[in-house]
C-alpha cells in the first residue's frame, strides 16, 4: 500500500503538490466535510482512476453553516476518515483547523448572486458564499486539475461550475450520480443521526422523486402537477416536514412551468430534525 | 525591440502563460486600466527587471464604477498604451473587451468585508468589490508569481493584500511608490481631464500633505489636529471641494486619535468634477 501523505498547513501541501506538479502529474481533488461514505468514495475512485496525485480535504468549513444549524454536532470522525482514504490508494489528505483557514482578522468571501439565493439558498441564507468561499480558497491551495463533486448536492454544483466559469479558474468540474443505500434514501454524512423510525420515514424522498419519474414517463408534463404529487407523499409521512420541493431550470435553477426538454427536480425535507436532501433530472427523450 | 504579444481572448493568453511557464519563466502582472503614466510605468519596469515575462493588462473595469461614476468618459488610447508597452519591453499585453471579462449571465463576486467600506468606499460603494472581483479573474488568467500595485491607491493596495492571503492566493504583491509631476500633483489617468486652473488647485492635496509632514516632523501627533490642518487646506482652495481625509492605521484602516509608531494619512478631494487622491504614509523612527 502506498504511503498516503497527510498535511494540516497550507503552505506544507502547496509545497507538496508544487513537487507533484513538478514531476508532470495531474492533480485530482475531492473537497469533503469528512465523515466519508460511499458517495464520497466514488468520488476519490474516479479521481484515482483520471488523475495522477488525488488530494482529499477532510474540513467541516463554519462558513456555510447557519446560526441555528447543525456545525457543533455535523459528524467528525478524522481518525477513520482517514483509514479509508489510505485504504483507497489517496496519495495527500489535507485535514487543516479552522484557524489555518480563518485566521484571525479574515475578511474575504465569494458569491455567486442569484443562483445562491434558490432552492436550499432560501432556507439556508449565507450557505453557498461560505461553500464558494471555502472551494476557491481549497482550489488556490490544491491548484486541481479536475475536482469532483456529486450531484446529490445539485445546486451546489451548479453554483461551482458557474464561480469556476465567472472567475476564469483553470480547473474542470466532474459532477458524479447520487449514491444511494439499497432502499433508495441518498447517501449523506446526516444520516448517521436518523434513528430507526426516521431513517424509515426519511424513504418519503426517493418515494416522492419515483413517483415523479413515473408520472413523467406516462406524459405528465405540468410541474405543478408533480410538485403537488410530491408534496402529498412527503406530507402523508408524519414524521416529515417539508422544506421545498421544485421543479427547475438545470442551468439558472428559475422554477419551470411545465418540463419541456429538461428539468432538475429537486427537494429539502425535515425529518425529526435532520434536513435531507436529493434530486433528479429528468431529461426528455425526444 | 523584442516583439510584444497581445491577446484579446482569455483562452489564448492561458495558452501563452503556460507555454512560458513550461519554459520555467517567471511571470509579472501590472493590471491597469489603461492611459498610461509614468506612475504605471514604473511598476512596468520594476516587473522587467523583477520577472522573466511580463504581463501587462488594459482593461476599464465596469464593475468598479458607481452608477453615477465616470466609466463611460474615462480615459481609453488603446493604441497609444500599446505602443508605449513595446517600447517598454512588455512581453505580453491583454486588452479584453467587457463581454470577455463579464459574459451574458455573470454573477460571481469577491469582496473583503470591512476594508472595503472605509476611505475610499464609503463615497464609492461596491468600488472595492469590483476592483477585487476584477483583479482575482485576472490572476487567475495570468497566473503570475508577482502582481505591481502603486501607492497611490493605497486602499486598494491593502485590499488586495487581504483579499490575497485570505483566499490563500499563490501570488507576491509589490506596492511602489506614488509616482508625482515636479510640483508634486501625483499621477493619475484622470489628471488629463484638469484645465489649468483646476490643475493648479489640485495641488492642495499635496501642500496638505506636505504640511502635514511639517507637523509631525516639529512633534505633532494628534490626529485631529494634523486633519484640520489639511482640511484648512483644501478648504481655502476655491475649486476644491473636501471628499475626506483621514489618519488611519496602516493595517486596518480604523482611525487613529494620534500617531504612535505609523499611520496612512490619506484624502480624497473633488477638484472640479474630477475626484483626486493621494496619501502619505509616516513612520515615527524611535
Known amino acids: 500500500m502506498k504511503k498516503m501523505k497527510t498535511f494540516a498547513k ?14 508532470g502529474k495531474s492533480i485530482g481533488f475531492v473537497p469533503t466535510m469528512g465523515f466519508l461514505h460511499e458517495g464520497h468514495l466514488s468520488l476519490v475512485r474516479e479521481s484515482l482512476r483520471k488523475t495522477d496525485c488525488t488530494v482529499v480535504s477532510l474540513f467541516v468549513n463554519p462558513t456555510q453553516f447557519g446560526p441555528q444549524e447543525d456545525f457543533e454536532d455535523y459528524p467528525r ?13 489517496v496519495d495527500v489528505v489535507f485535514v487543516p483547523d479552522q484557524n489555518e483557514m480563518y485566521p484571525q482578522g479574515y475578511k474575504t468571501y465569494v458569491e455567486v448572486q442569484d443562483l445562491q439565493d434558490k432552492l436550499c439558498g432560501s432556507s439556508r441564507p449565507g450557505h453557498f458564499k461560505g461553500v464558494c468561499t471555502v472551494v476557491l480558497k481549497l482550489f488556490q491551495i490544491v491548484d486541481p486539475d479536475t475536482a469532483f463533486f456529486g450531484q446529490k448536492d445539485a445546486q451546489q454544483a451548479l453554483i461551482l461550475k458557474r464561480m469556476i466559469r465567472d472567475l476564469n479558474l483553470s480547473v474542470d468540474i466532474d459532477v458524479l450520480p447520487i449514491v444511494r443505500e439499497v432502499d433508495g434514501l441518498a447517501l449523506s454524512s446526516r444520516n448517521v443521526y436518523l434513528n430507526a423510525e426516521e431513517r424509515k420515514a426519511a424513504l418519503c424522498l426517493i418515494k416522492g422523486l419515483k413517483q415523479a419519474e413515473q408520472m413523467i414517463k406516462k406524459g405528465e408534463r405540468k410541474s405543478s402537477q408533480i410538485i403537488q404529487t410530491i408534496q402529498q407523499i412527503i406530507n402523508s409521512e408524519p414524521m416529515a416536514r417539508m422544506d421545498y420541493v421544485e421543479v427547475v431550470d438545470l442551468d439558472n435553477l428559475d422554477p419551470l412551468d411545465k418540463i419541456e426538454r429538461e428539468a432538475l427536480i429537486a427537494l429539502a425535507v425535515y425529518v425529526g430534525k435532520i434536513r435531507l436532501i436529493d434530486n433528479m433530472i429528468v431529461i426528455l427523450e425526444e
Open 77 to 89: 470522525d478524522l481518525e477513520r476518515d482517514a483509514d479509508i482514504l489510505e485504504k483507497e490508494g
Open 10 to 23: 497550507i503552505g506544507e501541501i502547496k509545497t507538496e503538490i508544487k513537487r507533484q506538479r513538478a514531476e
